[in-house]
């Protein structure tokens, strides 16, 4: 299957849900206490290895446990692209709507490094993920929508097409209306940062 396909809802099958219950719900928030000082070791380890994957459990935890939300968002800002993992574009997608109310461009950067890249040469690749872009424009966060548009214009300019093929991509890709978003690449004081903030 192609990394660019979605994955199935996890959050239909309640079994997926219950083998974190034992561990989150014999943890509490202390508030007042910033990022992972806040919450047990136990819950801590879960959220370093839910981040570490392709983020389908993540949010779906977080659906449940959302007053997990604002930690995690802020540990995004020290999850350096240690993973060999994509993200799965739709649980990205929804972890940045959740995320929406502690945005910092570090914890959006870190986010989008996790999404499927795209090669120049993947033109099967590229024709699904054009789909799939117009398909979900209305459901995905723009900020993922515009990553990508921007992303296949970038490389059709690159890519050896025959004319009547960059001609066909071209109209595909201009019918996703461009939206502005989050200024996430703007430099701040840990944008050049490259080392996970835990191991």
Not at 81 to 88: M, R, V
Not at 150 to 168: D, E, F, G, M
Request: proline share 4%; hydrophobic share 35%; glycine share 2%.
């Amino acid at each position: 299957m192609s990394s660019f396909s979605s994955s199935a809802r996890l959050l239909t099958d309640i079994s997926e849900i219950d083998q974190y219950r034992r561990i989150l719900d014999k943890d509490s928030v202390k508030s007042g206490e910033p990022h992972w000082a806040s919450m047990g070791k136990n819950t801590i380890t879960l959220f370093q290895v839910l981040i570490d994957q392709d983020l389908t459990h993540l949010v779906m935890v977080l659906r449940h446990y959302p007053k997990y939300i604002e930690a995690v968002c802020e540990h995004f800002r020290y999850a350096y692209s240690y993973s060999e993992n994509s993200a799965d574009i739709d649980a990205a997608s929804e972890l940045l709507e959740m995320g929406e109310p502690y945005f910092t461009r570090q914890f959006v950067r870190n986010v989008m490094r996790k999404l499927p890249r795209l090669e120049v040469n993947d033109r099967d690749a590229l024709q699904e993920l054009i789909e799939r872009i117009n398909t979900n424009q209305h459901t995905w966060h723009p900020i993922i929508t515009m990553h990508y548009r921007a992303t296949i214009k970038s490389l059709i300019n690159q890519a050896a097409l025959h004319p009547l093929q960059r001609i066909v991509l071209e109209k595909k890709i201009a019918s996703i209306r461009e939206a502005i978003t989050y200024d996430y690449e703007a430099n701040d004081r840990d944008s050049n940062l490259d080392i996970p903030y835990m191991n």
